[in-house]
């Protein structure tokens, strides 16, 4: 909020300034701060650049070209990892939102039931489950009941491991939720699906996306599960541009993983932007 | 079983609604009998309300009021629907609606928060109930706009709920409420987050349209100036219970018990004994051994320790030796308009005495003064045990 008053002109910004060298006179933390940004953006910086670099050899920039990229499109497995990894996305966000929702609406508006700490604790269990450890046991658990859909097993692997993060925002969001609007709702003669979908569904929608936008670039970016669980037909993005490296480290991958980050960059500034300008839940 | 239908089957809107004289007269609006409310089971059971039973007219504005954690809020719910009554009866002109589900009630609430969808903007917060109700596009059209018009929002049609004052949610959430014409509205202190002087105002509004629509009105709050002042009737309630019902001056003037008597208003109570055989005007004698004519309507028929009751405005001053006692002002409140002073009378409590200040050359009062303080035979009651 922009608090303007003329009646105390000389204070205000004393106050900013006095705060400003407060965070300065921390000895070595501003130059800490850098350093860790450095270290966090820097290689990244180096990937995108040399993806416009002109030779093949990573690390020696001959000049400026956007050839790797004409290449990473003309390359047909490319293309077709790329479009496992959306299949597979959108999938599994579609699942794993919905249970997630549906999840949430019983947590938070079921009423008591039996049980309730422990759902809640199990649905969100798998957040702190090693990435390993549930690649493996998805394996093991896939191969033992012989199921073999293709990418279904690899949509089926995403949707479980999404769900939690979907879960988040969406119960966050209901919690937040003032219970008298679907009261007044129903109050006014709609019915409980009406209310649903009248109320509580476009009030929890800023949530329900925030939680979609969370699985969707978690099962992009997904490795460990997806290199155990896919076959060889079914390789997404993120396990081809693995197999690439492991032929040697052209700028095509770094062509490749700015493409993918570009996206990421896309799909999080589209959440802010969402979440952001949707008028809150109990706002009067 | 009987059930009632929704609004939408029963009652077409009314574009003029009946008048009181054709409606008055017949059943009651709404009937309670022995409602009872637990929450909770077990040690943290807690008993909201214990048997409540009354009638509220139709075309009343009836008014609950208690202090915080009475049940009144409670006893909305259950007629709204929102929570499920552990006994008793419900009937809503005549139709027992326990069981009915809130959407299939006609009746509609006000609440204390507003709670105005903040996803739609005036005029579809209005539409709300009627189109629920599935009513034709221009019947909803019009029925909105005659909403707008009379709760004086018609210029904030299109806003959102986030860019109004207070007190205009305020006025949406009733025209929301009165939109599908209820049978009966339940307002919970609606007025609560408002200041003083719009609150003062929107009593005589909220009378005002009570009159015009014709709708039975329940209003809760804890305000005993907001009660009186509004109320056709008011029930006063205590810990689940109701303690009295009646019109705001039998009320003030003749309350039932001393929790209606110290809840309406201020008021003096004294302890003492009968001496006189009982009729209208009993005499008593007080702890202090004061002799005092009261009035003894409400004295049982040879009861002898009772509990004396006086507004403090009935109470006059006298000058020192010309009143019913003799007593020293102890504390002096000065409220504008008149001074409440606590006088000592000899007695276990001062004496709580109001005084306008209506008289430019009325004496000043000061902490010491002697007075004479006259009680008046028939303000000075007996109160009913
Ligand atoms: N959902 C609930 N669960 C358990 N106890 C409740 C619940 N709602 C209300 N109570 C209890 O029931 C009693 C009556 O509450 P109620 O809300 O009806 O009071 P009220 O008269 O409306 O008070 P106020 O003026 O403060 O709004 C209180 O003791 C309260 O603690
Ligand atoms: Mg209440």
């Given amino acids: ?55 093949n050899i990573v690390m020696v920039w001959t000049g400026f070209s956007t050839d790797w990229y004409v290449k990473v499109f003309g390359n047909a497995d490319i293309r077709k990892a790329a479009l496992n990894s959306v299949i597979v996305a ?106 649903f979908r009248l109320v509580t569904l476009p ?16 099962s992009m970016d997904d490795f460990i599960i997806t290199l155990m669980v896919a076959g060889a037909g079914d390789t997404t993005l993120p396990v081809y541009i693995y197999s690439m490296i492991r032929q040697g480290i052209t700028p095509e991958v770094n062509a490749v993983s700015s493409i993918l980050l570009l996206f990421s960059i896309v799909m999080v500034t589209a959440y802010w932007f969402t979440t952001r300008q949707k008028p809150g839940p109990n706002a009067h | 079983m ?43 059971a807690v008993e909201a309300l214990r048997g409540v039973s009354f009638d509220i007219r139709d075309n009343e504005f009836f008014t609950l009021l208690g202090p915080s954690g009475c049940g009144k809020t409670t006893l909305l719910r259950a007629l709204a629907g929102f929570e499920h009554v552990s006994g ?21 609430t006000v609440f204390q928060s507003y709670s105005l969808f903040p996803h739609m903007t005036v005029s579809e917060n209005v539409a709300y109930g009627l189109r629920r109700l599935r009513r034709p596009a221009d019947e909803i059209r019009t029925t909105v706009a005659e909403m707008l018009q009379l709760v004086k929002m018609e210029r904030f049609a299109d806003r959102l709920p986030t860019q109004l004052s207070g ?9 929301r409420a009165l939109a599908p014409h209820p049978k009966v509205l339940l307002l919970d202190e609606p007025l609560s987050a408002l200041d003083l002087k719009l609150r003062q105002a929107m009593r005589q509004e909220l009378k005002q349209i009570q009159a015009e629509t014709a709708i039975t009105f329940i209003f809760v709050t804890h ?29 003030y003037e003749h309350p039932a018990n001393r929790f209606v008597a110290g809840f309406v208003g201020d008021a003096n109570f004294i302890e003492a004994e009968i001496t006189s055989p009982i009729g209208a005007e009993v005499t008593c004698r007080t702890k202090g051994g004061l002799d005092l004519r009261a009035n003894g309507a409400k004295a049982r028929p040879g009861q002898r320790s009772v509990t004396l009751f006086l507004r403090p405005e009935k109470v006059r001053l006298a000058p020192k030796g010309q009143g019913t006692v003799d007593g020293q002002v102890e504390t002096i409140q000065y409220l504008g308009n008149a001074c409440l002073m606590e006088i000592g009378i000899g007695e276990a409590a001062p004496v709580l005495v109001s005084e306008r200040m209506a008289d ?3 004496p000043r009062r000061a902490v010491g003064d002697r007075v004479g303080v006259v009680f008046d035979p028939r303000a000075l009651q007996v109160l009913e045990e």
């Fill in chain 2, 223 to 251: 305000d005993q100036d907001e009660a009186l002042s509004m109320s056709d009737r008011i029930a006063v309630m205590s810990e689940g219970q109701v303690q009295q019902v009646g019109t705001p001056t039998e009320i």
């Fill in chain 1, 90 to 195: 959108v999938s599994a966000t579609a699942i794993a939102t919905t249970c997630a929702t549906l999840a949430a609406l019983a947590l938070a508006r079921g009423g008591a039931f039996r049980g309730k700490g422990a759902t809640l604790g199990i649905i969100t269990l798998p957040l702190m489950v090693p990435e390993i450890v549930t690649a493996v046991a998805t394996l093991v658990f896939f191969s033992s009941i012989g199921l073999n859909l293709g990418l279904g097993n690899v949509i089926i692997a995403h949707t479980t491991f999404c769900i939690p993060f979907a879960f988040m925002p969406i119960r966050a969001r209901l919690e937040g939720m003032d219970t008298t609007l679907e009261q007044a709702s129903r109050d006014l003669y709609a019915s409980d699906w009406e209310t």
């Fill in chain 2, 167 to 175: 007190g205009q949610q305020q006025r949406v959430a009733l025209a």
């Fill in chain 2, 88 to 108: 008793g009866v419900i009937r809503l002109f005549g139709q027992d609606i326990v069981d009915v589900p809130t959407h299939k009630r006609p009746v509609n």
């Fill in chain 1, 1 to 55: 909020m922009v608090v303007r008053d003329n009646t105390i002109p000389a204070v205000a910004p004393r106050l900013g300034e006095k705060k400003r060298r407060a965070f300065g006179e921390v000895p070595g933390l501003r130059t800490l701060a850098f350093c860790f940004l450095a270290f966090l953006y820097l290689p990244i910086g180096v990937l995108v650049a040399y993806s416009f670099n002109d030779g």
């Fill in chain 1, 203 to 218: 009030l929890l929608m800023p949530g329900v996306l925030a939680g979609a936008m969370l699985s969707f670039v978690i």
């Fill in chain 2, 2 to 44: 009987t059930r009632i239908q929704p609004a939408a089957t029963v009652t077409p809107l009314h574009p003029a609604a009946p008048t009181a004289v054709e409606r008055s007269g017949g059943e009651p609006a709404v009937v309670l009998e022995n409602v009872c409310k637990t929450y909770g089971r077990g040690a943290s």
């Fill in chain 2, 360 to 362: 430019v050359d009325q």
